[in-house]
Nanobody
Framework: QVQLVEAGGGLVQAGGSLKLSCAVS????????MAWFRQAPGKEREIVSS????????SYADSVKGRFTISRDNAKSTVYLQMNSLKPEDTAVYYC??????????WGQGTQVTVSS
């Protein structure tokens, strides 16, 4: 059974930092893509950042470039999202996901990030 378990969300003041983690179990990784998405109230889910499970390629949404960093620990099957200089508009539920065979097939349950002004 595949499981993605996010952690690290919370309430932080604007300008602060949080580090999210996503522990994955039940998968044998190959050329999969790991990604972080977010969904704010009343808005569509959007991709924030992604990386290949093997390799160094990463990508970021323009809104988070220079502030967020995606990383992974292959030994722990865990992906991280370091979020710095947080803004109120970063408030959302953050989800991690695994893309396999061209679609995001596995999702975590989400973790709430709230940034106060």
């Amino acid at each position: 059974q595949v499981q993605l378990v996010e952690a690290g969300g919370g309430l932080v003041q604007a300008g602060g930092s949080l580090k999210l983690s996503c522990a994955v179990s039940g998968l044998t990784f190959g050329s999969d893509v790991m990604a972080w998405f977010r969904q704010a109230p009343g808005k569509e889910r959007e991709i924030v950042s992604s990386c290949y499970w093997s390799g160094s390629s990463t990508s970021y949404a323009d809104s988070v470039k220079g502030r967020f960093t995606i990383s992974r620990d292959n030994a722990k099957s865990t992906v991280y999202l370091q979020m710095n200089s947080l803004k109120p508009e970063d408030t959302a539920v953050y989800y991690c996901a695994v893309r396999r065979f061209g679609k995001y097939a596995y999702w975590g349950q989400g973790t709430q990030v709230t940034v106060s002004s």
